[in-house]
C-alpha cells in the first residue's frame, strides 16, 4: 500500500465559500492549458479565495506538466 498522497495546505480552503464560480480550462493535447493555468497560478499565488484542484493520476510526480498527486494503478483502481 502507498502512503496517503500529501495535500497541500490550499487545496481546501479553510472558510469555504457558500457560493463561488468554477473555471475549467479544456482543449487538445498541447493547446498550452498548461502554461495558461501555471501563469495564473503565479499571478494569484497570493489569493486565498482562489483554489487550484489537483488531479490524482497515474503519471509519476517528475513527468512534468500539471501539479498533481501520483497514484500507483492499484491504487488510482481502487
Same mark, same amino acid.
Given at each position: 500500500m502507498?502512503? @496517503?498522497p500529501e495535500i +497541500?495546505?490550499?487545496a481546501v480552503p479553510e472558510k469555504a465559500a457558500t457560493r463561488g464560480s468554477l473555471i475549467l480550462v479544456v482543449g487538445p493535447s498541447g493547446a498550452g492549458k498548461d502554461t495558461l493555468i501555471d501563469e495564473? +497560478?503565479?499571478r494569484f499565488a497570493d489569493e486565498e479565495k482562489i483554489v487550484f484542484a489537483r488531479r490524482c493520476i497515474t503519471r509519476p510526480p517528475d513527468?512534468?506538466? @500539471?501539479d498533481h498527486v501520483y497514484l500507483s494503478r492499484d491504487?488510482?483502481?481502487r
Amino acid at each position: 500500500m502507498h502512503p @496517503e498522497p500529501e495535500i +497541500r495546505k490550499n487545496a481546501v480552503p479553510e472558510k469555504a465559500a457558500t457560493r463561488g464560480s468554477l473555471i475549467l480550462v479544456v482543449g487538445p493535447s498541447g493547446a498550452g492549458k498548461d502554461t495558461l493555468i501555471d501563469e495564473v +497560478r503565479k499571478r494569484f499565488a497570493d489569493e486565498e479565495k482562489i483554489v487550484f484542484a489537483r488531479r490524482c493520476i497515474t503519471r509519476p510526480p517528475d513527468a512534468g506538466g @500539471e501539479d498533481h498527486v501520483y497514484l500507483s494503478r492499484d491504487d488510482f483502481e481502487r
